[in-house]
């Protein structure tokens, strides 16, 4: 079963830019479709972006698009969110998560591992 952990999180300033990483161990990264989640105080935890084994098909939410973009490298088994443009209402965990298949990018239940997350907090 693969392990997930997460970084890049902190405190940063509205406008500014994060860049998320998810590391991959004790599986074969390849063979997971990957996803970012969040979830802010108070809120259910939310669909961020989605990506395929080989990153032929991505899937951002659409409230994100244009600002938040998922990437993933497998020879570094690592997955990737650029967030830019940030804004307090991106405060949230941020979670990565995996899954062999999938059918629906924005439902949690078809995700099998997920990671311990990391904050992200941005003030204005």
């Known amino acids: 079963q693969v392990q997930l952990v997460e970084s890049g999180g902190g405190l940063v300033q509205a406008g500014v830019s994060l860049r998320l990483s998810c590391v991959a161990s004790?599986?074969?990264?390849?063979?997971?479709?990957m996803g970012w989640f969040r979830q802010a105080p108070g809120k259910e935890r939310e669909f961020v972006a989605g990506i395929s084994r080989t990153s032929i098909s991505i899937v951002v939410a659409d409230s994100l698009k244009g600002r938040f973009t998922i990437s993933r490298d497998n020879f570094k088994n690592t997955l990737f969110l650029q967030m830019n443009s940030l804004k307090p209402e991106d405060s949230a965990v941020y979670y990565c998560?995996?899954?062999?298949?999938?059918?629906?990018?924005?439902?949690?239940?078809?995700?099998?591992?997920w990671g311990r997350g990391t904050q992200v907090t941005v003030s204005s």
């Open positions: 004790g599986g074969t990264f390849s063979d997971y479709v």
């Open positions: 998560a995996s899954t062999y298949e999938i059918t629906h990018w924005d439902r949690e239940n078809e995700y099998d591992n």
